[in-house]
């Protein structure tokens, strides 16, 4: 069973990585207007997987015994910018889950609670991967400015990106 101090981090990573697909949802849209159909694509697939992680959490609370809590989901941002802004705005917002991931690391070594330890271990290494994919991106569009030609380049790359569903004990 989880401690108390457990049980709550980890319902409010639940509502963080809820926030995550919702903001890239928004995101997804808003390339869509753009006529982004790549960029559009890219950032659904990452809602998708972010909707996986607060899943993954949400089970791990229950096998461990604990009350999944839900609380209110904020509203995302609407006013995103050029592809560069947006990429920069998701690198920052993905450099606060980091942050927030590495305090439920720090709390489970407080609370002596190895087994969460090692189940949070899946999300640091995921938050190091999502910060370099983000990365990618926005030093592509750094060397290659924003001009129609590279953006239509760069779209077709990112229409590429395929969804494997993440769960939790696969
Ligand atoms: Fe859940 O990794 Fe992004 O936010």
Redesign the pocket.
Known sequence: MISEKIENILNEQINK?FY?AYLYLAISGYFDEMGLKGFSHWTRVQAKE?MD?GMILFDYIIERQGKVNLKQIEMPDTDFGTPLDVFKKIYA??KY?TDSINCVANMTDEECDLATRHFINWYIS??VE?EANVDDIIKKLEMFGEEKSILYHLDKELKERSYKPHTYNS
Do not use: I, K, M, R
């Open positions: 990585e995550s972010e992680h917002h993905e889950v995921e938050q999502e």
